[in-house]
């Protein structure tokens, strides 16, 4: 097997897992703090914002500045998709359902982006990937059908969710075409950049208008949230995108949007060990099946248009 695609597939098993953690660490920010999730995301991106800088400042990053207004579109378009809208969405759909549900529905999100890959980039994908990716997905279905409650408020969460999948798939498919312009580092820098000058506005607007500034500062002061909050920005926030899109540099849309969904079973996991929220035996299916997905999918073979992404040092 290729380097690359080796690379490819460990960065994103690891920024499955990472991703995994993050709606259990979100969801132990809202338990202990009374903060919303607009202002837990503003921190969070923040500290992201000011790592890159970090990193550009001391040389050890560099961003190109040479590009066309087109080509920066296509970068705010992904920043504004993943994570600004994706976690706005993501995040408040926990207010509504369980970290694990979150999760498992989120996984729809390979099915979307491997249709809008084959649509968007011509991607060919094999008969037997198509398979597998069902097969996760049915694996998801499973799940949130015996799980399914009528009239209840849970619909507003999985209605937020399937925007959330919208969005994300459609990074992925913008990501995959940036790569052949920008590095992974600079699609990774305007992906903090953009959610931070959003959130952040939003989150001291709204407090000025509120006259409660102050509680903001006293979020920043909470001292039991210091480590989820620092797994988010940088570990979920940082490493995990840019894991992400080095995975999408290196592997066709179908491997690596099936490669996400590693993240369903560590929040599913995390979910049930961590945050105690029951594990019923269908849940248990549904997370066996999707596994088998995600095995077939990448071991399938699959023709994907070259990339001229440029090569991560």
Same mark, same amino acid.
């Given at each position: 097997m290729a380097k690359g695609k080796w690379i490819g597939y460990l960065s994103g098993v690891g920024c499955g897992i990472i991703f995994g953690f993050s709606w259990f660490s979100m969801k132990k920010i809202l338990l202990l703090s009374s903060a919303s999730v607009v202002d837990v995301l503003s921190i969070r991106y923040l500290i992201c914002s000011l790592l890159v800088l970090c990193l550009i400042l001391t040389g050890k990053r560099k961003i190109s500045f040479k590009y066309s207004k087109k080509e920066i579109g296509l970068l705010f378009l992904i920043g504004l998709l993943q994570p600004t809208m994706y976690n706005i969405l993501e995040f408040s759909a926990l207010n509504y359902i369980s970290s694990s549900e979150t999760a498992i529905l989120c996984s729809l999100t390979p099915l979307v982006a491997t249709v809008l890959g084959a649509i968007v980039l011509g991607e060919t994908t094999s008969k037997k990937q198509i398979f597998f990716v069902f097969l996760s997905m049915a694996g998801v279905c499973i799940i949130n059908v015996f799980d399914f409650a009528p009239n209840s408020s849970a619909g507003i969460g999985r209605a937020m969710v399937v925007a959330c999948v919208l969005c994300g798939a459609a990074s992925r498919v913008a990501s995959r075409r940036a790569h052949k312009i920008f590095s992974s580092f600079e699609i990774t820098s305007i992906m903090m950049f953009i959610p931070t000058c959003v959130f952040l506005s939003i989150s001291i607007i709204t407090h000025l208008l509120d006259n409660s500034l102050s509680e903001y500062f006293a979020l920043l002061g909470n001292s039991s949230i210091y480590v989820y909050i620092l797994f988010l920005? @940088? %570990? /979920? %926030?940082? +490493? %995990?995108?840019?894991? *992400? *899109?080095? /995975?999408? *540099?290196? +592997?066709?849309?179908?491997?690596?949007?099936? +490669? !996400? +969904?590693?993240?369903?079973? @560590? !929040?599913i996991l995390g979910g049930v060990f961590l945050l105690d929220e029951n594990m019923s035996w269908y849940d248990i299916l549904g997370c066996t099946i999707i596994i088998i997905g995600i095995t077939g999918c990448n071991l399938s073979r699959v023709t994907a248009i070259p990339s001229k992404s440029k090569i991560e040092k």
């Amino acid at each position: 097997m290729a380097k690359g695609k080796w690379i490819g597939y460990l960065s994103g098993v690891g920024c499955g897992i990472i991703f995994g953690f993050s709606w259990f660490s979100m969801k132990k920010i809202l338990l202990l703090s009374s903060a919303s999730v607009v202002d837990v995301l503003s921190i969070r991106y923040l500290i992201c914002s000011l790592l890159v800088l970090c990193l550009i400042l001391t040389g050890k990053r560099k961003i190109s500045f040479k590009y066309s207004k087109k080509e920066i579109g296509l970068l705010f378009l992904i920043g504004l998709l993943q994570p600004t809208m994706y976690n706005i969405l993501e995040f408040s759909a926990l207010n509504y359902i369980s970290s694990s549900e979150t999760a498992i529905l989120c996984s729809l999100t390979p099915l979307v982006a491997t249709v809008l890959g084959a649509i968007v980039l011509g991607e060919t994908t094999s008969k037997k990937q198509i398979f597998f990716v069902f097969l996760s997905m049915a694996g998801v279905c499973i799940i949130n059908v015996f799980d399914f409650a009528p009239n209840s408020s849970a619909g507003i969460g999985r209605a937020m969710v399937v925007a959330c999948v919208l969005c994300g798939a459609a990074s992925r498919v913008a990501s995959r075409r940036a790569h052949k312009i920008f590095s992974s580092f600079e699609i990774t820098s305007i992906m903090m950049f953009i959610p931070t000058c959003v959130f952040l506005s939003i989150s001291i607007i709204t407090h000025l208008l509120d006259n409660s500034l102050s509680e903001y500062f006293a979020l920043l002061g909470n001292s039991s949230i210091y480590v989820y909050i620092l797994f988010l920005s @940088v %570990g /979920c %926030g940082f +490493l %995990g995108f840019y894991l *992400n *899109n080095v /995975c999408i *540099n290196h +592997l066709p849309i179908a491997q690596s949007s099936v +490669l !996400a +969904l590693v993240s369903t079973i @560590v !929040a599913i996991l995390g979910g049930v060990f961590l945050l105690d929220e029951n594990m019923s035996w269908y849940d248990i299916l549904g997370c066996t099946i999707i596994i088998i997905g995600i095995t077939g999918c990448n071991l399938s073979r699959v023709t994907a248009i070259p990339s001229k992404s440029k090569i991560e040092k």
